[in-house]
T-cell receptor
């Protein structure tokens, strides 16, 4: 069965510092991986996705993630964060069964401080 | 496209009352998902539909919850009777099954408060 573990529930960081949000997955089917962001009082929106091809995936707002099959990881990174990046970030993996179901992690709250 | 539309955005009701949440998916999408988000339990998948047919409702907490999708452009999630522990933000999401798909598009959510 598929599962996602987000290793940090909260990550505090200062503005303009780099950040990495960690995600590990398990999957018995072809691996499709996603990062979503949720700003306060809003729905989730897609940051980036890995379906196949290059293991380094670039997304919106300067974020990128690297798919590492041997370590079953899909960590999200940004070289320099802004106050506006304060949000909750969810990692997700495709579910099995051939349907468009996603399995979400518990989320990581990124707090960017001035 | 207007994106996924949910109504109402906020709902306050008293325990025992019936609550109906509504969702209009993105036109052309053939999957629809209902999620519930709380501080304690995070994001939970309640039920999802494919081509208007319920595929998996194992996340529906109890018989008080029911969901329907009478056509491709409308779905409802009903709670009857409502209880204070149902207070949460309910999200609807839709997606399109295609090669390279699986991305889900989320609505803004309905914040439900049961007093």
């Amino acid at each position: 069965a598929q599962s996602v573990t987000q290793l940090d529930s909260q990550v505090p960081v200062f503005e303009e510092a780099p950040v990495e949000l960690r995600c590990n997955y398990s999957s018995s089917v072809s691996v499709y991986l996603f990062w979503y962001v949720q700003y306060p009082n809003q729905g989730l929106q897609l940051l980036l996705k890995y379906l196949s091809g290059s293991t380094l995936v670039k997304g919106i707002n300067g974020f990128e993630a690297e798919f590492n099959k041997s370590q079953t990881s899909f960590h999200l990174r940004k070289p320099s964060v802004h106050i506006s990046d304060t949000a909750e970030y969810f990692c997700a993996v495709r579910g099995d069964g051939g349907y468009n179901k996603l399995i979400f992690g518990a989320g990581t709250r990124l707090a960017v401080h001035p | 496209d207007a994106g996924v539309i949910q109504s109402p955005r906020h709902e306050v009701t008293e325990m025992g009352q019936e609550v109906t949440l509504r969702c209009k998916p993105i036109s052309g999408h053939d999957y629809l998902f209902w999620y519930r988000q709380t501080m304690m339990r995070g994001l939970e998948l309640l039920i999802y539909f494919n081509n208007n047919v319920p595929i998996d409702d194992s996340g529906m907490p109890e018989d008080r919850f029911s969901a329907k999708m009478p056509n491709a452009s409308f779905s409802t999630l009903k709670i009857q009777p409502s209880e204070p522990r149902d207070s949460a933000v309910y999200f609807c999401a839709s997606s399109f099954a295609q090669r390279g798909g699986h991305e889900q598009f989320f609505g803004p959510g309905t914040r439900l408060t049961v007093l």
